[in-house]
């Protein structure tokens, strides 16, 4: 991990009732895109659900569908905490709604 | 004319092609469960449609083989012309992530009638959606619909038709807009470089439309690049490297540029024709979610629902198959009745009823469990049960998406492998499909139905809530998987060695399973069972039947059953002891016939194979015989067993013929033992011609079909083995 990743926050990192904004999708391509074609792209919001018995995959909401992943692909998503969307992000907001509710 | 159907998995697109075709297809929440592309021909206003049912897929981006069928038929790369038109299939529920697909498919450069499917429950969980507007910003006829309850269909069939009229025979091989595409211009430009490159080399026009050209640029690493750079040479390689550069340059990294931009013209897309007041739908998942997929509850309830389907099939199958069996002894009787002992007579009750009949009997277990498989599936639990277990395959150095395919294999294991094209690690998949045939499929109920209800007490426990019969049951069919979990692991370790491959599986919406489409299913798995009973298993009846009749001489055997039939008629007490004398006579003499026989020959001299593991040579027959197909050990027990003369005089049917069947000296042939020895024997061997040929052509190669067969048939044999050596030890 280079410097700049000890502060950036991953979805892995989050436990469950937990959301957060997605900043930046990394690791290979292979998964990436198919992370993003799920609708994990920057500006989405993400809500953790909860975890799989026996420590294992957590099941998330995004764009108001519930997928699940192990924290190997939950790592390449990098998010920001909280709920401090920037306003303008029209998607965020809207994903927010579903959020609030 | 053709069209196609594509949208992403759970959007109810196998419900709607049976809709639209009036075909019965398998459906299901589970994404990807639709493999094989189906195809129906309809007549809409007198144009002949053909509807091809694509696999389902979240984008036009291929990473396994089953997507690329979809990227293929599309642009007509595969050997079969170009669709006409394309349905994309959105659930209305989840139009945002449903319009990725979508707009990668207005690319393509097709004619295309967008449905928005499962539109009343979009509704009724808070959706509202300006549908006129989304058809004007998108510039395609959308037309909302319910599949599943049948609103809706009108209006899409006369979308497509007024499409199809409308642009009939504008669609040639290249046709191609993705010059239209939402994407920005720097993409579109590496896009057109990219094809006038491919101009100068030699690759076929249809392979190098803007839309396949676009795909091998925005997606590294996957199909449609293999594809071209395979066509192309590997100067198409550096070609594609030197573009994604110039675009990293520009600020565009691929394929998160392609993701971003796409999603973005969404969000703006639909804030202003959409709003969502409350997703009341959402909230009633979570909420269950809560409880079945709790940490601790979900895997305590998954393994109960799994209990419960077996313990309830094991209930109502017992009383349904003793009707029939009533029925077919009666059938039985009648036909002895109304003819004279003769190779006739012999044919038709021994060889053909007892035959199809001992087969028959075993239906009500199999629509029983389609019915509880489909109810699973439909509902959106399957994909529950396999984002719970992938911790647990996660052992077997497997992902919960081999899940469902190991799940189906309980049902059978041909459809069970042809599902895994789901998964797109290749070393996952090919120790699925060599594991698959370990689970317990439905074939197998009957053997261990017939072991169970003959020699199993029915010693109960818990308050009379839990049977010994059904703990049996759940044991044999849960054997397989057991036994799966090592040979995995080895298969893993050696052969198939490699990192574990991604996870992403969605959670569809819970949703109240539509009891047409399941009881359809039911049907459809019947009916084929039926009908493989009726050819496969009648032929192999009749073989064995000739087999073990031929050659012999049964003029004897006629004459003592008619002087027994004649005695018995005129009056049965008084000549009691006459007919009991000719009885053992006739046993006597069915035994030297059954032993002199073709099959008597072969099995003798096979005998000492069986014999460690308590079998006679007529189980040793009757395994053998069911070496093509597992489900015909009970026809062939049941005609064996009917010709050695064994028929014992209270009890009718197999069940009684297998009580009363003994070894030379007297000894019963079956005991507990015997019977799990069999049970085990056959929850581990490959006796399925059907999956040997399915999983030759997923891996085209007989390597692995050969590989398969081998290492089962060891494996039952050490299995029935140990089961009978320590059985009679207790």
């Given at each position: 991990m280079d410097g700049a990743a000890v502060n950036t926050l991953r979805l892995a990192d989050l436990t469950p009732g937990s959301s957060a904004i997605v900043t930046a999708i990394g690791g290979a391509s292979r998964i990436a895109s198919r992370l993003m074609e799920m609708g994990?792209?920057?500006?989405a919001v993400v809500q953790v659900l909860r975890r799989a018995p026996f420590g294992g995959p957590v099941q998330y909401r995004v764009h108001g569908v519930s997928i699940s992943m192990r924290s190997a692909e939950a790592s390449c998503v990098s998010v920001e905490s909280g709920?401090?969307?920037?306003?303008?992000n029209t998607k965020s907001v809207s994903a927010l709604e579903l959020v609030a509710q | 004319m053709r069209v196609a159907l594509i949208g992403n998995p759970n959007t109810g697109k196998s419900t709607l092609f049976n809709a639209l075709s009036g075909m019965r297809v398998r459906t299901g929440n589970y994404p990807g469960v639709t493999v094989e592309q189906r195809i129906a021909k309809v007549n809409w206003d007198g144009h002949a449609v053909e509807l091809i049912d694509l696999p389902g897929t979240y984008s036009l981006s291929p990473k396994s083989p089953d997507e690329m069928v979809a990227v293929q038929v599309l642009t007509g790369c595969c050997d079969e012309p170009r669709p006409d038109l394309v349905i994309c299939i959105c659930n209305a529920a989840a139009l945002e992530r449903n319009l990725y697909l979508a707009t990668q498919v207005m690319e393509v450069g097709l004619p295309l009638v967008l449905c928005l499917n499962m539109w009343d429950s979009a509704v009724s969980s808070g959706v509202s959606l300006d549908v006129a507007g989304l058809s004007k910003k998108l510039g395609v006829p959308v037309v909302p619909t319910s599949a599943s309850r049948k609103e809706g269909l009108t209006e899409l069939r006369k979308a497509v038709v007024q499409e199809l009229e409308a642009g009939a025979g504008a669609v040639s091989l290249h046709s191609d807009s993705f010059g239209h595409s939402l994407l920005s211009e720097p993409i579109r430009h590496e896009v057109d470089r990219l094809c006038g490159w491919l101009n100068t080399s030699g690759v076929p026009l249809e392979k190098r439309s803007g839309f396949l050209v676009s795909r091998s640029l925005l997606d590294p690493g996957g199909s449609v690049e293999s594809m071209l750079v395979r066509d192309a040479g590997s100067g198409y390689s550096v070609m594609l490297v030197e573009a994604r550069q110039a675009l990293k340059d520009k600020q565009l990294e691929i394929p998160a540029a392609e993701a971003e931009q796409r999603y973005h013209f969404i969000g703006e897309l639909l804030s202003a024709i959409q709003s969502r007041t409350v997703n009341s739908r959402a909230k009633l998942t979570d909420r269950i979610d809560a409880v079945l997929t709790h940490r601790f509850f979900g895997f305590l309830i998954c393994l109960a629902v799994l209990l419960l389907v077996f313990s309830t099939i094991n209930w109502f199958s017992a009383p349904l198959s003793e009707a029939v069996e009533g029925g077919l002894g009666l059938l039985s009787s009648m036909v002895s009745s109304s003819m004279s002992p003769g190779p006739l007579r012999s044919l038709l009750t021994e060889g053909v009823i007892s035959g199809v009949g001992s087969v028959i009997v075993f239906l009500p277990q199999i629509c029983l469990l389609f019915l509880f498989i489909g109810l699973l599936e439909d509902c959106g639990y399957m994909a529950r049960a396999a984002f719970m277990m992938d911790r647990l395959m996660g052992v077997l150095g497997?992902?919960?998406?081999s899940f469902l395919p190991l799940m189906s294999s309980f049902a059978c294991a041909v459809p069970g492998i042809m599902a895994?094209?789901?998964?797109?690690?290749r070393r996952d998949r090919f120790v699925t499909i060599l594991i698959a045939p370990l689970m317990s499929c439905s074939a197998r109920l009957p053997v261990y139905v017939l072991m169970i209800g003959t020699f199993i007490p029915e010693t109960r426990y818990l308050g009379g809530w839990l049977s010994l019969q059904a703990m049996v049951l759940f044991a044999m069919s849960t054997l397989g998987l057991v036994i799966a979990v090592p040979v995995a692991m080895l298969l893993r370790r050696t052969l198939f060695r490699g990192e574990p491959s991604p996870f992403l599986l969605e959670l569809p919406d819970y949703r109240m399973p539509s009891l047409r489409v399941v009881i359809g299913r039911v049907w459809e798995s019947a009916q084929s069972f039926v009908v493989r009973a009726g050819t496969l298993i009648f032929a192999t009846s009749v073989l064995v039947w000739a087999a073990g009749s031929f050659p012999g001489d049964h003029r004897e055997r006629f004459e003592l059953t008619a002087k027994i039939e004649s005695l018995e008629s005129a009056d049965a007490e008084l000549n009691a002891e006459e007919i009991e004398v000719l009885s053992t006579e006739l046993n006597q003499v069915n035994g030297q016939l059954l032993r002199n026989s073709a099959l008597g020959r072969v099995g003798r001299t096979i005998e000492p194979i069986f014999v460690p593991l308590g079998w006679d040579w007529r189980i040793g027959v009757g395994v053998l015989a069911s070496?093509?197909?597992?489900?015909?050990i009970i026809a062939t027990l049941g005609t064996i067993y009917s010709l050695g003369g064994d028929?014992?005089?209270e009890d009718e049917g197999l069940r009684g013929t297998l009580k009363a069947a003994t070894w030379p000296d007297g000894s019963s042939v079956f005991s507990v033992p015997v019977a799990l020895s069999i049970m085990v024997f056959f929850a581990l061997c490959a006796q399925c011609v059907s999956t040997l040929m399915v999983i030759k052509r997923e891996t085209n190669s007989w390597l692995w079909p050969a590989f398969s067969f081998g290492y089962m048939t060891i494996l039952a044999w050490v299995g029935a083995f140990l089961t009978y050596q320590i059985g009679i030890r207790m």
């Open positions: 994990f792209v920057p500006g709920l401090a969307a920037n306003p303008a | 497997l992902s919960g998406r895994t094209r789901v998964i797109d690690d070496f093509p197909a597992r489900e015909v028929v014992g005089e």
